[in-house]
């Protein structure tokens, strides 16, 4: 972005844990962009030096008119109420992109086609790639493995109960949560399966896209294994390890990646843009 596209760029901010207060400091300090708001659920725990948006998101242009862009990163259900009327009125960056397990994203983008949706790869290397493969049909497996301490996962349903009696028995060690596709999973890990619903849209969708959850009390850091397998034999395998500390949903090196991801969220115009 030049100099002049860039200047008085006001991005709204809607989540103020530890992702949102990460973005809103160091957007603070970045050149030609600009805070234009912030929502969160307890508007209390914002600053009272930072704009707060005390209204419903998906009424921020009534007090916020000039705004450019809004990145969520509070929980799947902020994006599923708001994000038909925000990308009636400009770009759109989705942080739990586990939503669309149960939204359809091109009915979305079809419906509102006049800005940007955007997905921040986060911790999903080789979204591009896989989205490549899948647009010329030679995508045939993707599996996403990921490893977590216990007190980094914030489960319901079925795997809630299985974690909390696998533990609650004195076992250690490592326990195989669920193993199926990603799309059952989202809703009983809607904030830590982002990055299995990033793999998922990017290529062959919630169902055919192959999901393991891991709880290891043993370990500190996110571990995320990827497999992706096309034509003629064809085999990628990636591992990446990113310290978080112990009851962290998102990973150190995670933070940075979204940020990154919101700095390149900006002139693609209307359809779905993985960043």
């Known amino acids: 972005m030049s ?36 929502w969160n659920r307890s508007p209390d725990k914002i600053p009272d030096k930072l704009p707060i948006l005390r209204d419903e998101p998906k009424n921020f242009k009534k007090h916020f008119p000039q705004t450019n862009l809004i990145i969520e990163v509070a929980h799947p259900l902020v994006t599923k109420q708001n994000i038909h009327a925000i990308l009636q009125e400009c770009d759109f960056i989705c ?28 911790a999903m290397w080789g979204a591009n790639d896989i989205q490549k493969m899948h647009q010329v049909g030679s995508l045939t497996r993707v599996k996403v493995t990921m490893k977590k ?66 709880a290891d009390d043993r370990l500190e850091a996110h571990i995320i294994d990827i497999v992706v397998e096309g034509k003629n034999g064809f085999k990628v395998e990636t591992s990446r390890f990113n310290p978080a500390l ?13 940020l990154t991801s919101l700095l390149k969220a900006h002139s693609l115009g209307a359809g779905i843009h993985f960043v």
Do not use: W
Request: proline share 5%; hydrophobic share 35%.
């Open 95 to 122: 942080g739990s992109p586990t939503v669309f397990a149960e939204m359809n994203m091109q009915d979305i983008v079809n419906n509102d086609s006049k800005y940007g949706l955007y997905v921040p790869v986060g």
């Open 3 to 38: 100099s002049s596209q860039a200047a008085q760029y006001k991005v709204g901010i809607l989540g103020f844990g530890h992702l949102g207060q990460y973005l809103a400091e160091h957007l603070a300090k970045t050149p030609n962009y600009e805070i234009s708001f912030i």
């Open 149 to 214: 301490h216990p007190r980094s996962l914030k489960l319901s349903g079925e795997i809630g109960k299985k974690m909390a009696q696998f533990y609650g028995n004195g076992e250690r060690g490592q326990c195989v949560l669920y193993d199926g596709p990603v799309g059952k999973l989202c809703p009983m890990a809607p904030n830590n399966v982002n990055t299995m619903a990033c793999a998922a849209l990017a290529g062959l969708g919630f169902e055919k896209t192959e999901a393991s959850l891991v």
């Open 246 to 258: 112990t009851g962290a949903v998102t990973g150190q090196a995670t933070y940075g990646s979204f």
